[in-house]
T-cell receptor, first 113, second 114 residues
């Protein structure tokens, strides 16, 4: 199956700092999503980004599908950004794993005031 | 539009028992997927249902089963519980389950097996 690797595993920032999270995947995918999991376990979709660049406020994401990686940028970080960030890739149609999301292990982000 | 809801939110069971978890998708969504999250294994796909049919299944033993009803609500069942089944169980819904669809997750059910 598709392997998904995220880096760094842990990241500690001071409020106001910028950061870049990376997601590498081992094969072609039809869909890539970034999620934020808050301390209560709720997974919130940040971006659906199979390719290209998207921005939403202080967050932006870029996926270079041909090179099999995606980046999540967080600018001017706030304490509420703390949590775990996951990227997840969806297997393409036609195979036995169609519809299945494979998650990376996540990046644990801690933002200190 | 209401989000994905899961019940119960917390559950404590003992080894050997069975448990049923419920997931109500966003109105109009027909695809429901289930995931298990543990500290050791991370987030792992359990199965996906679309229009009452299981379309895909992860690598879990047969003790894990599920179903989907005509209103798209889904249940998953775990029989003969083991300590290792303690986890956060998340369900996600999407409109069609197509790869272009965004999946929306519920708050999860935290299962503790004693």
């Amino acid at each position: 199956g598709i392997q998904v690797e995220q880096s760094p595993p842990d990241l500690i920032l001071q409020e106001g700092a910028n950061s870049t999270l990376r997601c590498n995947f081992s094969d072609s995918v039809n869909n890539l999503q970034w999620f934020h999991q808050n301390p209560w376990g709720q997974l919130i979709n940040l971006f659906y980004i199979p390719s290209g660049t998207k921005q939403n406020g202080r967050l932006s994401a870029t996926t270079v599908a041909t090179e099999r990686y995606s980046l999540l940028y967080i600018s001017s970080s706030q304490t509420t950004d703390s949590g775990v960030y996951f990227c997840a890739v969806e297997h393409p149609p036609g195979g036995t794993s169609y519809g299945k999301l494979t998650f990376g292990q996540g990046t644990i982000l801690t933002v200190h005031p | 539009k209401a989000g994905v809801t899961q019940t119960p939110r917390y559950l404590i069971k003992t080894r050997g028992q069975q448990v049923t978890l419920s997931c109500s998708p966003i109105s109009g969504h027909r695809s429901v997927s289930w995931y298990q999250q543990t500290p050791g294994q991370g987030l792992q796909f359990l199965f996906e249902y679309f229009s009452e049919t299981q379309r895909n299944k992860g690598n879990f033993p047969g003790r894990f089963s599920g179903r989907q009803f005509s209103n798209s609500r889904s249940e998953m069942n775990v029989s003969t519980l083991e300590l290792g089944d303690s986890a956060l169980y998340l369900c996600a819904s999407s409109a069609t389950g197509d790869s272009t669809d965004t999946q929306y997750f519920g708050p999860g059910t935290r299962l503790t097996v004693l």
